[in-house]
């Protein structure tokens, strides 16, 4: 896993995993990119790789600013594509032109203060660090990469430092880019709205600019800050990918744009529409790591590769040694409830074999609507007499552990907390407060006004053990200011590090606490969130047809043992649709899996099916949670069935859910190919008594057979039979 340096090429070579990453160093100090891709091994001289010339009525030279592919290109100097670093100077003008300095090459990696990023130690990873200068701005530039031994992935990021006299602001100050020599990608970005995360869009690279970005103050319902290409004719077993992902939980921006010479880049990273950086002299700014991913075998590849890279480098160890199946009354009661309701959950709950209750919003200050009590983390006692206490104490009378909903980022205008402090809240003097789900944001960007807040939490948490957190929140930023804040420019960002900072102090204080993220369902379902929270609500939509969308989008990157999903009641709250409960289950068992729902409404049939569920998932858990992730697609798939599974690692044994959506009339039996076995050895399915070896079920398929109804499901176990 060596990074090094050729001095006699110029030329950087970062190499792990089946990758290799390379940057050239030009004689004027510009760095430029080279090459990402699959492993070149002992690195030949690929300097062609730079297409280094002069272009007609362009910037002068034979190695061109507009045509060179750059490390971290900056606007001014005559790269007229997209750039990552736009600078201000004190008179207003626009330029930036970074030339290399010195370089250092470090074991391990050095974390960027107060973001979350990869993590790995000095075994498992090398960084390089690249300081760069423009000395006519006084800008010092330090690009972090680092690569992690067996994966794929180059995690970069930058940190300024500006030396100057007289201010001057990045309006533009992005995490990196990615470039590539031509524009023969598919771009797979990942789309939506609320109750519709995360749908998987495809569409051609065209000559021009391509972007996704959030403005909602979090990564967003609208897009997620992750881009797959895909060389175009490429599938879900083979051609190259990469991905861009973005460790970050706010605004943001991503494009790719397909330059006038046909080649492509990628730029990502904090969003310049809504946020630039004032930098005032001897100031340091620390900026997000993108994670770079390249697969050589295709999209399934490259799913597997990030799984693998994430749940090593960046989900932290769950607290529980297996995910809880956890019953979450939000469905159950929205904010109807008292202790003698919930305990009629929890005890059937407990009776069919979970592990934990987790209560909703709804259970402090007098909130029985969404209209008030944010900000006043203190027990409604009307609805709870004897407090958290009483309730977890009635839970683990039955064997269940407790977790709790919050939204401390919140603040209802209705509660002690706002009548106190009616200028805590995000605003700007002057202007109208937008109401968002009838509520304001805290200003958490104000340490008086986290602490605050933070406190109140801290002393509930202290008065009952809870072993799990739901961190909510529920609107977008408006009006994104405050008094408190000393530069508002930069508002955006800062509000992200505040929120970063709390959830940080919640793990130094909560260890044995895990933590799930949640935002209006899925709208921060981002890489920077995953370092935080082990799992996180993907969506509000429960309903196991929408979620077959929205898991798969979601698991494109994110491992399915991080998205929340649970079984709920029918109709479903959100589409009105009745999905029979064993489709319910198939469905939710493909993430933490848990139940969203009254057991004591529930008909007796599914009833009784609770207990088996629950051993089923507890018997799989490790196998969905650590397995190879596979999408299944077949050309005997009929309209949008759904089919994906999970292999273990040793190829021992594997789990595959399949849904019909709709019934066709006048169809074949169904056969689905099922890629990632071994293919010689013999699986048994568990409930078919079937045997097949994995070529067979590769080549030829699995005989699923006649459906006959919508929302029809199967779920098949695969053993490897002794040789
Ligand atoms: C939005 C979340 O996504 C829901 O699961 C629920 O917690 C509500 N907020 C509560 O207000």
């Not at 800008?139 to 007289?166: C, I, W």
């Not at 869009?201 to 021009?208: K, Q, S, V, Y």
């Not at 200028?423 to 509520?439: A, K, L, N, V």
């Not at 009929?638 to 273990?648: L, N, R």
Request: negative net charge; proline residues 5%; aromatic residues 10%.
């Amino acid at each position: 896993m060596p990074i090094r340096f050729d001095g006699t090429q110029s030329v950087f070579t970062l190499q792990a995993g089946s990758m290799c990453y390379l940057i050239k160093l030009l004689e004027d100090g510009r760095l430029c990119h080279l090459y990402y891709g699959a492993d070149l091994g002992d690195v030949p001289s690929v300097d062609y790789l730079l297409r280094a010339c002069g272009t007609g009525y362009s910037v002068d030279g034979e190695q061109s600013p507009s045509i060179m592919p750059m490390e971290y290109p900056s606007f001014g100097t005559g790269d007229l594509r997209e750039s990552c670093l736009i600078a201000r100077n004190h008179l207003g003008q626009y330029c930036a032109d970074l030339r290399f300095q010195s370089y250092e090459i470090l074991p391990g990696k050095p974390m960027p203060t107060g973001l979350p990023a990869l993590f790995a130690d000095g075994d498992d990873c090398e960084t390089l660090v690249l300081l760069c200068e423009d000395s006519a701005l006084g800008l010092e530039a330090k690009l972090f990469y680092s690569v992690l031994r067996g994966h794929n992935a180059v995690a970069r990021r930058v940190e300024f430092r500006y030396t100057g006299e007289l201010p001057v602001t990045l309006t533009r100050a992005f995490s990196g880019c990615l470039e590539l020599p031509d524009d023969g990608y598919e771009l797979l970005t990942f789309h939506g709205a609320w109750a519709r995360e995360r749908t998987l869009h495809r569409a051609a690279l065209n000559p021009g600019r391509q972007g996704i970005f959030s403005h909602s103050g979090g990564s967003g319902h609208v897009h997620n800050p992750l881009m797959v290409l895909q060389r175009s004719g490429g599938g879900e077993d083979f051609g190259q990918c990469y991905a861009a992902n973005l460790v970050y939980s706010g605004n943001f921006a991503a494009t790719v744009e397909v330059s006038h010479m046909g080649t492509a880049r990628v730029v990502m990273g904090v969003d310049s529409d809504t946020c630039s950086f004032p930098m005032t002299k001897g100031e340091t700014l620390v900026l997000p790591e993108l994670v770079l991913f390249y697969a050589e075998g295709g999209l399934g590849d490259l799913t597997r590769g990030i799984h693998d890279l994430y749940r090593e480098h960046l989900v932290r160890k769950s607290p529980f040694a297996k995910r809880p199946v956890l019953i979450n009354n939000w469905e159950a009661t929205y904010f109807d409830f008292d202790q003698q309701k919930l305990e009629g959950i929890i005890k059937e709950a407990a009776h069919a074999g979970m592990d934990l209750f987790v209560l909703d919003d709804g259970w402090f200050g007098h909130r029985d609507d969404d209209g008030s009590s944010l900000g006043d983390w203190f027990v409604n006692t009307r609805k709870l007499p004897n407090g958290l206490q009483g309730l977890s104490a009635s839970a683990s009378s039955y064997g269940m552990k407790l977790g709790l909903w919050v939204e401390p980022e919140s603040i209802s205008e209705d509660s002690e907390l706002y009548r106190a402090h009616p200028d805590w809240c995000i605003h700007i003097p002057g202007r109208e407060r937008t109401r968002s789900r009838r509520q304001l944001l805290a200003d958490i960007t104000r340490p008086e006004v986290r602490d605050a807040i933070y406190t109140q939490i801290k002393s509930v948490l202290e008065s009952a053990p809870v072993c799990y957190v739901k961190w909510d929140m529920n609107r977008p930023v408006t009006e994104p200011g405050g008094v408190g804040a000393g530069r508002q420019e930069r508002f955006a960002f800062d509000y992200i590090l505040a929120l970063y900072e709390m959830m940080e102090r919640l793990h130094k204080d909560f260890p044995e606490i895990l933590l799930e993220g949640c935002s209006a369902g899925g709208a921060r379902f981002d890489p920077g969130m995953l370092y935080y929270c082990p799992q996180i609500w993907a969506s509000d939509n429960t309903d196991a047809s929408a979620r077959l969308d929205i898991q798969l989008g979601t698991a494109f990157a994110y491992p399915v043992c991080t998205i929340g999903s649970h079984v709920s009641m029918v109709p479903n709250h959100q589409t009105g649709r009745e999905i029979p409960m064993e489709t319910r289950f198939a469905v939710a068992l493909c993430g933490t899996f848990g139940y969203e729902l009254d057991p004591g409404r529930l008909s007796q049939k599914e009833l009784e099916q609770l207990p088996e569920q629950i051993a089923f998932f507890n018997r799989y858990e490790s196998l969905i949670a650590q397995g190879d992730y596979y999408r299944f697609y077949s050309p005997a798939n009929q309209g949008d069935d759904c089919c994906f599974g999970f292999i273990a690692k040793d190829k021992r044994q594997g789990l595959v859910v399949f849904v019909q959506r709709c019934r066709q009339a006048n169809v074949l039996p169904k056969v689905v190919r099922l890629t990632g076995f071994a293919p010689k050895t013999r699986y048994q399915e568990r409930f078919t008594g079937g045997i097949y070896t994995g070529a067979a079920l590769c080549h030829a398929g699995f005989p699923l057979g006649a459906f006959h109804n919508d929302f029809e499901s199967r779920i098949l176990v695969f053993d490897a039979l002794e040789s």
